[in-house]
C-alpha cells in the first residue's frame, strides 16, 4: 500500500474516500506534520495502490487496511478517516484496531432513498467526467465549471485551489473500483455500532452543507457510537479539510490529544 510520510512524533494514519487518494489531504498535512508523524495512504485501487481481488468491497478495503497496520505496526495508532475512509476508521475503532480516532462526514449511515440518491447522483457525475476527460485541466481551474462539479462535496467550490480539483477530478475517472465501490455502498448493510471494544477517544466530525451523506446521518452515526463526540462543522460541505482546514486540524489535535478510554 502506497503512504506518503511526512513530519515526526506520534503517528498518525489518514484514509481518503472513495476516488481519491493521499493528495486530498494537501491542505492539512503540513499543519499535522509539525507535531505528528503522518502516514497518507492510497486504498488498494486507488493512486499509486493497485488493485486486490476484493478492493471493489467495504469489506475487502477493511481487511487489506488491517493487514497493513499489522505489517507496520500501526494496530492501536491514531486515525483520522474522510467519507469511506471515515466508515474504514470507525470500523477499525469498533473492532479495536485504531487509537484516538476522527471520522469527517463518514459513509455507511444512509437509509432508504437515501442510497439511491448517493449511487446515482455519484455515478452519475462521474460518468459526465469520463466523458469530459480532455477538458477536466481547463474546467477546474475555471470558478464556474469548479463549482458545478464540485458543488455535491464542497460548500465553497468556487474558492478551492484549480490544482488540487484538477488531481481530484482525475483521481475519480482513473480509480479502477469506483463503480463497484459505489455500487456495493448502496445495497450493503449499514455501518455496524460500537459495542464496547473501542478504546480511544472518537470524534465524528460532520459539515453542515454535506450534500452527499446527508447531515441527517450524523445523528445515526452518533447512535452507533454513542461515546463519540459529535462535532457540526458550520460552513464545510462534505469535505471539511478542503472547506475549512484550519478548523480541521484543530479538530484532529483535540481529539488525538484526550486521554484513551481504556
Not at 505489517?71 to 484516538?100: C, H, Q
Request: aromatic share 8%.
Amino acid at each position: 500500500m502506497y503512504v506518503y510520510r511526512a513530519g515526526g512524533g506520534p503517528k498518525v494514519l489518514l484514509i481518503h474516500g472513495v476516488g481519491s487518494d493521499h493528495l486530498t489531504w494537501r491542505l492539512i498535512v503540513p499543519a499535522l506534520a509539525a507535531e505528528r508523524e503522518v502516514w497518507a495512504v492510497d486504498l488498494p485501487g486507488h493512486g499509486k495502490t493497485p488493485a486486490e481481488a476484493d478492493s471493489g468491497t467495504f469489506d475487502g478495503l477493511v481487511r487489506s487496511v488491517t493487514s497493513f497496520l499489522e505489517d507496520e505496526g500501526l494496530v492501536g495508532a491514531d486515525m483520522v478517516g474522510s467519507s469511506l475512509g471515515g466508515r474504514i476508521v470507525l470500523e477499525l475503532a469498533r473492532r479495536g484496531l485504531a487509537g484516538n480516532v476522527v471520522a469527517l462526514d463518514p459513509g455507511g449511515f444512509w437509509a432508504g432513498w437515501e442510497r439511491t440518491f448517493l449511487q446515482t447522483s455519484l455515478l452519475g457525475s462521474v460518468g459526465m467526467l469520463h466523458l469530459a476527460r480532455p477538458a477536466l485541466p481547463l474546467l477546474a481551474h475555471n470558478m464556474v465549471p469548479r463549482t458545478a462539479l464540485l458543488a455535491q462535496l464542497s460548500a465553497q467550490p468556487w474558492a478551492l485551489d484549480g490544482n488540487l480539483v484538477e488531481h481530484e477530478l482525475e483521481c475519480y475517472v482513473s480509480t479502477r473500483t469506483f463503480v463497484e465501490l459505489v455500487n456495493e455502498q448502496a445495497i450493503a448493510p449499514a455501518q455496524e455500532g460500537d459495542d464496547g471494544t473501542s478504546s480511544g477517544a472518537i470524534t465524528i466530525g460532520w459539515g453542515l452543507h454535506d450534500r452527499l451523506c446527508l447531515p441527517m446521518q450524523a445523528l445515526r452515526a452518533q447512535a452507533a457510537f454513542p461515546k463519540a463526540r459529535l462535532h457540526w462543522f458550520d460552513n464545510p460541505g462534505h469535505y471539511p479539510a478542503w472547506d475549512s482546514p484550519e478548523e480541521t486540524v484543530a479538530v484532529i489535535r483535540e481529539t488525538l490529544a484526550a486521554p484513551r478510554n481504556g
